[in-house]
Each structure stands twice: as C-alpha cells, then as structure tokens.
C-alpha cells in the first residue's frame, strides 16, 4: 500500500482497531503514573499516599477509566461509521491521558491543565495519521511489552511481601509460656472531652464504658502530638517528638526501636491493621517490626484512587456532591479493621500476638453509617433530606460554617464515635467467644483530638489546647490491672510501650524503651504522682491560614498539673487547666503568675536540651 493510501485509510476504524487504542493508551498512561510515583518517592522521597499493590492496580483503573471511551467509540462506530476516525480517537483518548498525567501536579489548575493537554492531544492524533501502519504495530507491540512488565512486577511484589512475612516469623524466637497478647486499638482523632466515658452529657460511648469498669481509665492522658504521626510515633517508640525525625513530610526514620519490634523479638506474632491512609503506611516508617502490616486493601474506592484523574475529579466538591459520595476513596471502616484483624489472629494460634488496630471512622469527613448519621442531629437534620444535607457539611470547609452549621458537624463527629464504639462491643465478643480475652492486655486510647472552633481551629495538627492533646485511655488485663479504677494524674502516650514490657515482663528489653510504667499507679509501692509532659509540632510547611499557631512557628507545650505552658515562635502562654478547662484566660503575662511562667518555660527547654539524639 502506498503511503497516500495508507493515509487515506487511516480514517477508518474497526471496533478491535478502537479496542487496541483504549488499551495501549491506557497501559501508557499507567505505566508514565508509575514512572512519576516512583519518581517522587525514591528519587524526591516524598510520599505518594499509595498502597504498594499499584504496580498493578493503578493501570488496572486506567483501564477501567478508558474503557467507557472505548465502549461509546464502538457504539458509535456501528451507528454513524462515516463520524469516527482514528484522528478522532486517538484525540479522545490522548486528551485523557494527557489529563491523567496532568493530574499529577497538585500545582496546577483545571483550566492550564485542560489547553496542554488538548495540544497534546491534537499532536497525537497527528502522528496517528501521519504514520499509520508504524504506529499500529508500535502500539501492538509495545501493549504487549507493558502488559508484560505490569504482570511481573505485580507478581514479584506480590511474592516478596508474602516471603518477608515468613522470614520475619521463622526468624522469630519462641515466645514465653503462657504470654499474654497484646492488642492496641487506636481511636484516630477521638478527643477525650466528646466520650460520655469522661462525662460528656451525650452517650458516645457506653461499650467503652463497659471495658473501663474491666479496668484503669487515666483521666488526663495527653498525646505527644496533635495529629497522627507524632501521636502514633510516640505511642510507638516512647520518645517525645524532638527526639526523632517525625514530622508532617519526614517519615519516622529507624533511630530508636518500636514496640513492634521489642515484641517481634520476643517471639509475638505482630499484625498493624491501618485505615488512616496518610500517615499509618508502608511510607511512614509506623509499620516497621509488624510481620503482617496492612494499610490499604483492594476495594472500589481504594482502585479508583490509584488513578491520578479519578483521584483529581473526586477531589471536587461538584463532583463528589454529584455522585452523592463524599467519603475518602478507599477509607475502610472499623468494622472492616476488626474483620482482617480477626481473620488473622485465627491463621496461628500458636503464637502470643501483639497486634495494633487503627479505627478512622471519626476522622474527618465526619460520615457515620445510618443510624449514627441522625442519632446526635440538630432540628431539621433528622430526616432523609437533613442526612443529606449534613454529609454535604460533612465535607464543606469548616472555617466558612456558622455556628449552627459547626453544631452540626459536631454531631455527626459524636455519631461517627457512636459507630465505632458499638464496633468495639462487637470486637470484644469476638474475643470472648474465641476465649482469648482473659489472656490479652487491651489498650485503647487515641492518638489526638479535635476542635470545633475553639481557639479559631477545626480538626487538629494546628495548635498544641487541650482538645486536641487530651485523649482516651483504658487499659485492661485481668489479675494484672485492677478493675473499676480511675487515675486523675497527668500521663503521656509515651509511657504505653514501658507499661507493656512491664506488664509482660520486662527481662532483657528493661532498657528498651524510656518512660515509666502506668503499672507505678496500682502498685503498692508505685508513684502515683502526675508527669510533667510534652506536646510538640513542627512548623507547618505549606500554612494557609495564618492565625493558626502552627503557621507561625513550631509549636512546644508542657504540662505540668494544673498549668500548661505553650511557646510559639516565642510567644508564651500559660493556662490554669483546673480552673479554666477551655483556655480563654491567658495567665502569661500577669505578674503574680511570671514565676510559674519561667519555671515551666525553663523545664521545657531542659527536657529539650536533655533530649536523646535521635539514631541516624
């Protein structure tokens, strides 16, 4: 064929030609998404917010995102023939693409990204008609090529994580006779302040309530941090913020053991079930010592956002409310966590278990499952039409609310703790039933709170007041914690890995962590006396509002009951928190009060200063 005719053909299409197009564009566009993630995570180190599994999965949804392109390409084909080419195809689907691979740059608006890549599309479907039969067999093969690759990798990665779960468990010693478990289960963003457990008038919490008369409850339990991964990376490894690199874009590096780890070497079997999918991954260094450590999982939403364009389209406020779904992608539900931890813990009996729980359901979008969504509902918000307009809310920018809409939001956030506490009553039962509840320390606690307006913040991560550092905490072992107790003095998240080698039994991993244990509170001999306890975040990298504490500088508090003190880019203030629960009163600059003032501040900048270096 001559190449005049050659180009003269090239406006006619075959469904199988439209098929070929759909794929090989689709396995392009996947491929390039794959080149820039690994790009931006192991060149740039940046995280990328994205399970390892999208080797396979993110050209699997861009096959699932061309596919309605390719379908109405040869439905039209068969009804107006004469109307589709291959220029007009290849337009179509190069725009996609080029959108897709647009997406990427969370720099850049909707309208600069659509005029680059219609030029890039129109130069395509140039090259499609310029050279036909080379570009056909360029796409043949090259699909075949992509696929091929795809495959591997997917297989590859698939059979190391499985090999490393093996190697970590026949590498481990055995555990000691009669060990008892350990579960760990993580309320994200539960401020303590909205649990009827420590007397709010709505009943948030009456299964957790239950576990608490089975054991010690710590009124005034502070986190080392005011969002998730210092929370977590305290609770974890017993060190205060400043002593590791853990901060809002540095993962947690490997300077200091976790408890994970300790107990991994004493023969547990460790498992981390995760369902907050920006700081409990693979990426943050908060899995490190778990032998099963699952984050994401394959489900609907997890699939659609490993595709950059669908990810970037549910973003839009318009589009999600279209499409009535105002969720996070992939978010999974407590009732999703307990059924994996459970289907794990009944794989292998033989061992101990430590095993950790994060629970997502009353983080932000505050969404509760019916009939949570209307249980705490304002007037008018009880009914379909009221649901309806309260997830909208759910999703709406805080800041913009009036005070009747933030009561609102607030109710669907005591919702959303309703939820998962009646998940937890199930856990527990589950755990009773399989008769091993009587032989495992259960902890709960949370790993920050949350505001609605106090101090002009909503959520957390900006500022170090009590809402969003005060958290939960019960523990639970029978004969070994005593039943029905309360303690009133101040402690910290970080004692958690000390008080459970010590409950354990601490042999050789005494030194492994510092704190004190909890235990010192129950024991006959123990110090019962509160700590003097920090609270930190790092400056905010990229600020947007700039009232907010955490825009101006780094943020450091220490508690030291009754007092908090709380320096901003030095700038000081100082709260009764006995007599002023809500810290409106400033007592920083009052002269009576410069004595406590400085002694606080000084202790601050000791423990600091005394800090131990973080392992690099």
């Known amino acids: 064929m001559s190449g005049s005719e050659s180009r003269r053909d090239a406006g006619l299409l075959t469904a199988s030609r439209i098929a070929l197009l759909g794929l090989w564009f689709s396995l392009l566009t996947g491929c390039a998404e794959l080149v820039v993630r690994g790009i931006e995570h192991f060149a740039l180190h940046r995280y990328i917010y994205l399970s390892r599994q999208i080797i396979w999965m993110t050209p699997a949804a861009d096959v699932l995102l061309f596919l309605p392109f390719v379908l109405a390409g040869i439905l039209l084909l068969r009804m107006a023939p004469a109307v589709v080419t291959v220029r007009g195809v290849t337009v179509l689907l190069g725009l996609v693409a080029a959108m897709s691979l647009l997406a990427l740059q969370p720099w850049m608006a909707w309208w600069a990204m659509l005029p680059l890549a219609v030029g890039i599309a129109i130069s395509a479907g140039r090259a499609a008609v310029a050279w036909p039969d080379r570009v056909r067999r360029f796409q043949q093969r090259s699909a075949v090529a992509m696929g091929t690759a795809i495959g591997m990798l997917a297989i590859a990665v698939g059979v190391t994580s499985a090999m490393a779960e093996r190697r970590h468990l026949s590498a481990a010693p055995s555990a000691p006779a009669g060990a008892p478990n350990v579960l760990l289960i993580v309320w994200d963003a539960v401020r303590a302040s909205d649990l009827s457990l420590y007397g709010y008038p709505r009943p948030t919490s009456p299964n957790l309530e239950a576990l608490a008369r089975e054991g010690t409850t710590f009124d005034r339990a502070m986190s080392t941090g005011p969002y998730t991964l210092p929370g977590h990376a305290g609770l974890f490894t017993a060190r205060w913020p400043h002593e590791m690199r853990a901060s809002w874009l540095i993962p947690m590096e490997a300077g200091f053991p976790t408890l994970a780890e300790v107990l991994g070497r004493r023969g547990y079997r460790t498992g981390a079930f995760a369902a907050n ?10 899995m490190r010592g778990f032998s099963r450590a699952q984050d994401y999982t394959l489900s609907p939403g997890e699939l659609l956002r490993s595709s950059a364009l669908l990810k970037w389209l549910m973003g839009f406020d318009r589009v999600r409310s279209l499409l009535g779904w105002y969720d996070i992608p992939g978010r999974r539900p407590a009732s999703d966590i307990r059924r994996s931890f459970l289907r794990w813990l ?36 009880a009914d379909a039409r009221g649901r309806r307009a309260a997830r909208a809310l759910a999703v709406a920018d805080a800041y913009r609310l009036d005070p009747g809409q933030v009561a609102v939001l607030h109710g669907l956030y005591d919702g959303a703790i309703a939820s998962i506490d009646r998940d937890l009553g199930t856990l527990l039962a589950d755990l009773q039933a399989r008769g091993v509840a009587q032989n495992t320390l259960i902890i709960l606690c949370s790993d920050h709170g949350e505001e609605f307006g106090e101090h002009r913040s909503f959520g957390h991560g900006a500022d170090l007041y009590e809402p969003v550092v005060h958290v939960p905490l019960v523990l639970v072992m029978p004969g070994r914690i005593p039943a029905g107790r309360r303690v009133g003095a101040v402690v910290s998240l970080r004692d958690l890995p000390a008080t459970v080698t010590d409950l354990l039994g601490r042999g050789a991993d005494s030194a492994a962590f510092a704190g004190r244990s909890l235990s010192r509170f129950w024991q006959p001999q123990g110090d019962s006396a509160g700590d003097t306890v920090l609270t930190e975040v790092d400056k905010l990298p990229r600020g947007v509002r700039a009232w907010l504490p955490v825009n101006r500088g780094n943020v450091r508090s220490i508690i030291a009951w009754p007092y908090q003190l709380i320096s901003t880019a030095g700038q000081l203030e100082l709260y009764n928190l006995a007599q002023d629960s809500g810290e409106r009163h400033d007592l920083a600059r009052l002269p009576e009060q410069q004595g406590q003032r400085d002694a606080l501040l000084a202790a601050l900048q000791r423990r600091r200063r005394d800090a131990v270096p973080s392992k690099r």
């Open 346 to 381: 009944d794989e292998d009996s033989g061992r101990p278990f430590f095993a950790f729980l994060n629970v997502f359901d009353a983080h932000d979008p505050y969404l509760p499952p019916a009939p949570f969504d209307s249980l705490f509902a304002a007037p008018g918000f």
């Open 277 to 286: 999918h920006v700081y409990v991954t693979w990426e943050q260094g908060l």
